[in-house]
DNA sequence: GTCTATAACGTGATAGAC
DNA sequence: GTCTATCACGTTATAGAC
């Protein structure tokens, strides 16, 4: 038994087996490429346990899209609306928690847009995004910030689209790189980290452009 | 019968009905969401016909899939190894280029990368990307436009994953605008009108920040 | 070339013993 | 709770008539 954070590290349970196990696979594979079995097996137990714990297919990928898609905006709500910080400062923590959270979890953001492909309204529509992003504080930062500069006004969300698109895209795209440019994962994994600073640099310089 | 381009308008051949049906239903769908018997019926003819015609789902999707990704690596190929245009020049019509594509294709960067992170050799490796992008003259281009702002040097793929994460994700990430933010498609397109001329300059003003 | 009917197989889900 | 065995169904692919 290792000890960790004061706490007994105990086996996952048989339930949180099957959970890790499906998120493994689900975000690799897709809803429709996934076999049950797969799960089962990475989990080290047996299908019929699957559905035991968690009825049917359809339900468990549901569990798991929801906590992946929670998880993923989470690094976006815990930035948008601090009162207290610079849209430099968000910028800069925005890019950091993604670029942190795709490292680890590169798959992530195929699986969500894939998956969203099919049943658009199913999983963004209680997701309230309209509302939590042009009313943000982070929003309304970034029109200030043009017009300060007194430049041509564009509007907010070409930036939003540009800091996710750089952040975002070279994870999505990561599978060309690393299997073409004969580029390894830790080289790939540095040049992420290169961008944390880089990324906040570049909107700097296009929001003074317009 | 319509004249066009001075060629008779004629039906187009059964095997071509199919391989409509298939691009238009892979590229949603992805190869395990799509039921052979869906592609028959978009196509509309019978299920054995497409068997007849392409042996089977694996070479007809591998067909599909073939001639998507050497279109949209047209729109780059093109580009690229121009020795008689600026740099500038090139991203513009780079981007251009892919947001003319997309606008028409929307379903083909999610359908490349998500089945590329399925079989990531298969595909790719046959596209000898790095001899083609680190060889290309507007790979030697971009250093060279570092070098003259005398800033510090950064690798050039970061501009490639900028320029390319720009144009490329807001159609990724689409289902989410249209779905959420009450976006129209016709929004969503002239936003895309306006990026044709942004992007290129805010990666002019990005080359000069190093 | 095109169809209908059906074979062959894979997959999700359940029954029932332990 | 966990397993083995099996059912029920959907899907790919083919046989064979026209």
Same sequence: chains 1, 2.
Avoid at 70 to 78: A, E, I, R, W, Y
């Amino acid at each position: 038994m290792k000890e960790k954070t004061g706490k007994v590290e105990t086996d996952p349970s048989t339930e949180e087996k099957i959970k890790n196990a499906a998120r493994t696979i689900f975000h690799k594979k897709g809803f429709a490429g996934t076999r049950t079995r797969d799960i089962a097996e990475e989990a080290g137990i047996n299908l019929a346990l699957l559905n035991y714990y968690f009825r049917s297919k359809e339900k468990l990928f549901g569990l798991i899209m929801m906590e992946t898609v929670q998880g993923f905006l989470k690094s976006m709500t815990d930035v948008f609306n601090q009162k207290d910080t610079t849209l430099e400062t968000k910028v800069e923590h925005l890019v950091s928690n993604y670029i942190d959270l795709l490292t680890e979890h590169p798959n992530i953001p195929i699986f969500i847009l894939s998956e969203l492909r099919n049943n658009p309204e199913e999983v963004v529509s209680k997701m309230k995004m309209k509302e939590f992003l042009m009313g943000s504080y982070f929003f309304q930062q970034m029109q200030e910030a043009m017009q300060e500069k007194r430049i041509a006004q564009v509007h907010p969300l070409h930036f939003i689209m540009n800091i996710l698109g750089m952040t975002v895209f070279p994870f999505i795209a990561k599978p060309m790189l690393t299997a073409v440019g004969d580029m390894q994962e830790e080289n790939f994994n540095a040049l992420m980290q290169q961008r944390k600073k880089l990324i906040p640099q570049w909107v700097k310089s296009m929001l003074a452009t317009g």
